[in-house]
C-alpha cells in the first residue's frame, strides 16, 4: 500500500467522524451533511463514530453536540467542515490538536472566488499537522460500502406546488468509482448513475484540490478491490507526469475513463474563470491520455456509456461487432455509430450465415429474416428467436462482440430474451451490450432488466456503440501492454 | 393545393376506411390496426366509415364485418390492407373496383425478401387504378388529429412474468410531422417523443416505397397547415432532383431535420441488404442537404433534440449563446458542446456584466457567482436569481440564444424558475432551451415542465447545444434565402 493511499483510507473508511458546523436547520448544507452521516449510522451502514460539532445546538438530529472539536470525547479521524469561509483556519488548527487524519472542506468562497490567501492558510496549517485536505469548495465523499456520505443536496424536495419528490439519488452499490472535479456534475452523475443501473464503490469531489487532487485518489483506487472501473471528470490536471505515471499503472489493471471538459477555447475559458486554472492544450492532454491508456469520452452519454460497459461485460479481443435487431432501421443507425468509433461490422462468416439460413428454412427464424450483419428478425421476432441467433453468432470465431439491439415493441417479444441472452453471454467471454429505444415503461423495464443480468442497456445506437468500443479499447489496451510491457 | 398532395389526403383524412385482413385474433397485426381505428371511432376522434373485411369473421371488435371489399356498403376511399403477400393484389383489384383513392400494404414479403414481381404487380394495378399506395412492408400512418392509426404494435403488453405494460406509446397532438423509411424506428419514434415531450401531427412510415416516397409525403408536409417541423429518416432517396426541389421549397417555410442512415460503409452495405437500396455516396447526400436547406442530425440524439427545439422556439439570429447554470462542471461542457457544433460562447459585454455585478453586490445574487459565460450562480442559487439572470441576458444584444442549465438539485431551487423563464422566453423573439442532468423523479419533473411551458428540455448538455445549433442553422437558413432569393 502506497503512502498517498494509506492517507486517502480515512476519507473513505474513517474510524470516526467529526461534522463541524452540523446543523439543526434543514436549510443549511451542515444539516444535510450531518443527516446523512447520522441515518447511516442508525441503519448500521456507517461504523465510524459520529459527533456532531456546533456550539449553538445542544443536540442535532438526536445526537449529543460538542460546542468544539476539543469537546469531543474521543479521537476524530475525519474533520468533515461546514462553516463559513473565515472560520476554517480555526477549525483547522483544532482539528491539528485533534490528531485528525483527514479533513473534508465543504465550505467554499476560497482560490476559486480569488481568496487564495485564506485556501494558503488552510493548506498550511493541514501540511504542519500532517491532515490531508479534500477541498476546498466540494461536496466530499459518497461511499455506500461504509457510509461516510458528505454529499449534501437533500435527497427529497419539496416543491412550491406542495409535491415532494426524489431529487438527489444516490447509487447502489457497485464497481464503479469516480473522481470528479465538478461537485455540480458529481451530484447530477449520482443521479444519472441512480437512474440508469450502474452502481458505485467510491465517490469523491474534489472542489479546488488544495491539498489532494485527482491523481492521489486515483493511486488509491489502483489498489482498492472494490473498483473495476474509474470515472474521472477533470477540468485541469495539476501534475501531468504524475498523473501519467499513475494513470499507466492503474490502467494496466483497470480501466480510467474520463472527461476532460474545458477542450473548446470557449471551454478553456470558462474553465479559468470557474476554477481559476489553466486548462492547457487539448491536444497535449489528448496524447498524454492516449499513452497512458486512459479512455477519452467527448460527450456526456460517451462518458457514462464506457464506464457502465467496462463495470460489467469482459474486454472485446478485436473490433469485429455482430448486431442481432429486429429493427432494420436502428441496426443501420449502430452500424453507421460502431464505424464511426472505429469499430468494424464485418459480413458473416459463411458457416454462420448457413446456420442461420437453416434455421429460417425450419421455421424457427422469420421468413423475412435478413441474414446479415445486422441480422433482423423483423417484427414477428419471438423471445426464443433472439436466443437462436445468439447462440449462432456467440459461436462465430469472426465476431468479437455482440450488439443486441432487441426494441421492446413486437407483440411476440415477453421480455424472455432478455435472461436468455445473459445466460449466453455469461457462457461466453465475448462482451454483450444491449440496446432498447424509446420512453415507455416497457423501454425501461427492458434496459432495466438487461442491466440487473449484467448486460449494460442503452437508449440509443450511439450509447451502444460507444460502450462496446470502450471493450474493445480497453482489451486493445491490455492486449499492448501485455507484448510490450 | 398541388396534385400529390391531394392524392395524399386521403392516407390522414379520409371520409372511408376499410381494413382488409381485419382480425379477432389479437395475436394479429390485423387485430391491432383495426383496435386502434375502432377506439379512435368510438371515443369521436375517427370521423370516417370504418368497415372491417374478413371472409372469416361476422363481426370483429363490435363492427360488422364484410366477406370482401365489394360488400362494403359505402364508398371505400383509404383501403388499408393486412393480408399475407400473395392476397394483397386480388385486395388491390376489389379496391379498384371500389374506387379507392388509397391504399396502406402492412404486408411485408415484397421486394425487401426479393418478390420483386409481387411487388410490381401491386405496383401495376395501383397504376391503373389511380390508386396511391403507401407500402408494402409498413406500419402506415399514425394522425393524432384525425385518429388514422395503423401502427400496429400493441400500445401494451402482457410480460411472460404476469406484469401488464405501455409497450408503445403514442405521443399526443403536436406540431411534429414525421416521415421514416423504418417502420421500426418509427415505432421506437413515436415511443421516444411520447416520453420526451414531443407532440406529433402526422406521421408516416414508408416501407419499400413501392409507389408514394419521401418526396411525396414532403410535398404534403409543405402545405400542411398542422405542421411546423418535418422530421425524415432515410436510407435512400429515391428521386434525388425532385427531393432537392421539394426539400428546398419546403424549408423556405418549415424546417426539415434529416436522419440520413447507412452514411458508413458498413452502414451502406446494411441499407442493401436491409431494403435493396443502394444509398449513393455519403458526400453527395451531404452536399445535396446543404443545398436544400436541409438541417441533418448525425445521431439520434441529436435527430430528436433538434426537431424538438425547431418545433418549440424561435430561431436564433446568430450563433452567439449565453449560458445560464447553477453547475460549474456541466457548464463547461456545454460550452464544449456549443463550439463543437459551431456556435459561439462569447464574453459577456461590460453592461452585462455590470449589471449582473450589480445584482451579486445587491445580494440578489449568489456571493460566489461566476459572472462570465457561462453565468454559475452556484449551488447557493433560487428560482428568484435564474429569474434575475434570465432577465438580464435576453436584454443583452449580443446574445443570440440562451441555454438554461439548470440542475434540479439545489435544495433552493424550488421549480418556480421554471415558469419565470418560460415567461421572459415567451416576450423575447430569442430562443431559449433547457437542460437537466439526471434519472431522479425531480429530473422527470423539471424535464416536463419545461417542455410544457414551451421551453425544449434535454438530458445532456450535447443535447441542448444540438438543439440550439439547429435554431441557429434554420435561422441563418431563413436568412440566406431572404437575402438571394
Known amino acids: 500500500m502506497s ?92 482539528a491539528a490538536r485533534k490528531e485528525a487524519r483527514a479533513a473534508i472542506v465543504i465550505t467554499s468562497g476560497f482560490s476559486e472566488v480569488g481568496n487564495y490567501e485564506l485556501e494558503e492558510e488552510v493548506i498550511k496549517i493541514g501540511r504542519d499537522a500532517g491532515i490531508r485536505i479534500l477541498g476546498p469548495n466540494c461536496v466530499g465523499i459518497f461511499d455506500p460500502y461504509t457510509g461516510v456520505d458528505t454529499v449534501f443536496l437533500p435527497l427529497k424536495k419539496a416543491l412550491e406546488a406542495g409535491e415532494e419528490m426524489i431529487s438527489a439519488p444516490k447509487p447502489p452499490k457497485g464497481r464503479i468509482s469516480m473522481i470528479t472535479q465538478s461537485g455540480a456534475f458529481g451530484v447530477a452523475s449520482l443521479d444519472y448513475m441512480a437512474g440508469h443501473g450502474m452502481g458505485v464503490s467510491r465517490f ?96 456526456m452519454e460517451e462518458f457514462f456509456s464506457m464506464g457502465k460497459a467496462l463495470s460489467m461485460q469482459p474486454t472485446a479481443r478485436g473490433p469485429r461487432v455482430a448486431i442481432i435487431t429486429n429493427a432494420g432501421g436502428p441496426g443501420v443507425m449502430t452500424v453507421d455509430a460502431c464505424e464511426a468509433k472505429g469499430l468494424v461490422v464485418p459480413e458473416l462468416s459463411e458457416a454462420t450465415r448457413t446456420r442461420l439460413e437453416e434455421l429460417v428454412r425450419e421455421g424457427k427464424l422469420p421468413p423475412f429474416a435478413s441474414i446479415g450483419n445486422p441480422i433482423d428478425l423483423t417484427v414477428s421476432v419471438t423471445d426464443e428467436m433472439f436466443k437462436l441467433a445468439t ?19 413486437p ?50 445506437p450511439e450509447g451502444a456503440a460507444a460502450a462496446m468500443w470502450a471493450l474493445y479499447a480497453y482489451g486493445r489496451y491490455l492486449e499492448k501492454v501485455k507484448q510490450a510491457p
Not at 6 to 33: C, L, M, Q
Not at 281 to 295: K, M, N, P, W
Not at 395 to 407: Q, R, Y
Request: glycine share 8%; aromatic share 8%; net charge negative.
Open 204 to 299: 469523491v469531489s474534489l472542489g479546488n484540490k488544495c491539498d489532494l487532487d485527482e491523481t492521489d485518489f486515483l493511486e488509491f483506487l489502483k489498489e482498492d478491490e472494490r473498483t473495476d472501473v474509474v470515472l474521472l471528470y477533470v477540468e485541469d490536471i495539476r501534475n501531468g507526469r504524475r498523473f501519467m505515471e499513475v494513470a499507466r499503472a492503474t490502467a494496466r489493471s483497470k480501466p480510467v475513463v474520463v472527461l476532460k471538459a474545458g477542450w473548446s477555447s470557449a471551454g478553456a475559458r470558462a474553465v479559468r474563470s470557474h476554477t481559476g486554472a489553466v486548462a492547457g492544450s487539448d491536444e497535449i492532454y489528448d496524447a498524454a491520455f492516449r499513452q497512458c491508456g486512459v479512455l477519452r469520452a467527448r460527450t
Open 3 to 94: 503512502r498517498i493511499a494509506d492517507e486517502i483510507r480515512p476519507f473513505f473508511e474513517p474510524g470516526s467522524i467529526a461534522v463541524v458546523g452540523a446543523s439543526t436547520n434543514p436549510a443549511k448544507p451542515g444539516y444535510n451533511v450531518f443527516l446523512n452521516l447520522a441515518e447511516n449510522k442508525r441503519k448500521g451502514l456507517l461504523k465510524a463514530e459520529l459527533y456532531p460539532v456546533n456550539p449553538r445546538a445542544k443536540e442535532v438530529l438526536g445526537f449529543k453536540c460538542c460546542p468544539s472539536l476539543k469537546d469531543v470525547p474521543g479521537p476524530v479521524e475525519l474533520v468533515v467542515i461546514v462553516v463559513p469561509a473565515k472560520f476554517v483556519p480555526d477549525v483547522m488548527r483544532e
Open 411 to 460: 407483440p411476440g417479444l415477453k421480455g424472455d430474451y432478455i435472461e436468455a441472452i445473459a445466460e449466453l453471454a455469461r457462457r461466453s467471454d465475448k462482451p454483450v451490450v444491449a440496446c432498447d429505444i424509446g420512453g415507455a415503461d416497457m423501454a425501461d423495464y427492458v434496459r432495466k432488466k438487461f442491466d440487473e443480468k449484467g448486460i449494460p442497456a442503452f437508449e440509443s
Open 391 to 409: 447462440e449462432v453468432i456467440m459461436e462465430d470465431p469472426g465476431v468479437d462482440g455482440l450488439i443486441v439491439l432487441g426494441l421492446h415493441h
